[in-house]
C-alpha cells in the first residue's frame, strides 16, 4: 500500500509516499481501506519535533494521521464480520493515517450515515467532536454578541454556523479579504480582517454601542489579547487553542477589574456525562442533517507535504484532508 512516511523531523518536505506492507488486523482490530484521511495543524508541529501540549514529537519513522474514513476491508479475529464492507469514520490515535489502508479498533469506528460524505464524516469525528462540546461549554442564546476568532477556520466556521443558528449576534474575524468574504457567507453579521492593525476598531464601529459578550478564541498571542480587551463587562472568554504559538495572555486583574470569565474550553469542562462518544455521534448525526456544514480543502495523498504547507502558511480553508 502507500503511505506517507516521516523519516527525520523538518519541513512538510518531509513527508515522502513510499510502499509498505498491507497492515494485518490484530484481534479485536479492523482493516480500513481509506478513503479520506485528517490533516491536523498540531501535526504541522510534531513533524517539526515539536511538543504541543499533551501531545509529544513521536518516534522515527512514523506514518502521521490520527483520523480516516473508508470502508472495512478485513476484520481480525474477535471482530464481527458484520463490519466487512460498511462505511466508517474512526478516531486512530496518534499515527496511521495517512495511507491506502489502517488499522483501527473495533470500539472506535463510527459507521457513517448513509447521506454523510467522507471527507464531512473526518470533518466532524475530530472537529465537529470538538465543536459540540466548546459550545456545550459556551451555550449561546439569542442575547449573545458573540466574537469568533479565526471564523474562517475548520472549528470558527462552525462557531458561526451555531451562534447564528442559536440567534445570536456574531461577529467574525478572520485574515484577509477572501477568509472574510467566507466568513460573510457563513452569516457573521459583522466580518472584519484582522490583519488591518485597526481591527478591534472596525468591531466597535460596527457594533454600534453593542458590546461583545463571548469570544471564542482559537488563535492566542496578540490577537486573542486584543479580543478579550473587546469584551464587555461580565463578558465570557473561551479558549480552545492558540494558532499564534501561544495562548492569550490573561490576569487576574483583567477577571477582577472587569469582571470577566476566562475559560479553557477544551478538556473534562467540554464533556458531558455520556463522554466523547455521545460528542462525535451527536456531531454525525449534526453533520448529516446538514446542520453542521465543515468547510473542507482537499489534497491528493501524495501532496500530504502541501498539505502541512497550506495549514502553516493559514492559506487552507477550514478543514484540511487527503483523498486516497
Request: proline share 6%; no cysteine.
Amino acid at each position: 500500500m502507500r503511505a506517507i512516511r516521516l523519516h527525520s523531523f523538518g519541513p512538510a518536505e518531509n513527508l515522502r509516499l513510499e510502499e509498505l506492507p498491507e497492515p494485518v488486523p490484530a484481534e479485536g482490530q479492523v482493516r480500513v481501506d481509506v478513503r479520506v484521511s485528517g490533516v491536523h495543524l498540531i501535526e504541522t508541529r510534531l513533524r517539526r519535533g515539536i511538543a504541543v501540549g499533551p501531545h509529544r514529537p513521536p518516534e522515527l519513522p512514523i506514518t502521521p494521521g490520527s483520523e480516516v474514513a473508508g470502508v472495512v476491508g478485513a476484520v481480525g479475529p474477535g471482530v464481527s464480520a458484520d463490519w466487512l464492507g460498511r462505511r466508517v469514520v474512526v478516531q486512530l490515535g496518534d499515527a496511521g493515517g495517512y495511507a491506502e489502508q489502517a488499522l483501527a479498533d473495533e470500539s472506535a469506528l463510527y459507521p457513517i450515515p448513509d447521506e454523510l460524505a467522507d471527507d464531512v464524516a473526518v470533518a466532524a469525528i475530530t472537529t465537529g467532536t470538538t465543536a459540540q462540546g466548546v459550545l456545550g461549554v459556551a451555550r449561546l442564546t439569542e442575547r449573545d454578541v458573540v466574537l469568533v476568532m479565526s471564523a474562517a477556520g475548520g472549528l470558527g466556521s462552525l462557531f458561526v454556523q451555531a451562534a447564528k443558528a442559536a440567534g445570536a449576534l456574531v461577529v467574525g474575524v478572520a485574515g484577509g479579504a477572501a477568509k472574510v468574504a467566507r466568513v460573510r457567507a457563513l452569516g457573521a453579521d459583522v466580518a472584519v480582517d484582522y490583519s488591518a492593525a485597526d481591527w478591534p476598531e472596525r468591531v466597535r464601529t460596527a457594533l454600534a454601542g453593542r458590546e461583545i459578550g463571548i469570544v471564542l478564541d482559537g488563535v492566542g498571542g496578540a490577537s486573542g489579547r486584543r479580543a478579550l480587551e473587546l469584551l464587555g463587562p461580565g463578558g465570557r472568554f473561551l479558549m480552545y487553542g492558540w494558532a499564534a504559538g501561544e495562548p492569550t495572555e490573561i490576569t487576574t486583574r483583567d477577571l477582577v477589574e472587569r469582571q470577566l470569565t476566562a475559560t479553557w474550553a477544551i478538556g473534562p469542562n467540554m464533556v458531558p456525562p455520556g463522554g466523547w462518544r455521545e460528542l462525535t455521534t451527536r456531531a454525525l448525526r449534526e453533520a448529516a442533517r446538514g446542520r453542521l456544514v465543515p468547510t473542507i480543502t482537499r489534497f491528493p495523498l501524495d501532496r500530504a507535504a502541501d498539505a502541512h504547507a497550506a495549514l502553516e502558511g493559514r492559506a487552507a480553508e477550514g478543514k484540511v484532508v487527503l483523498t486516497v
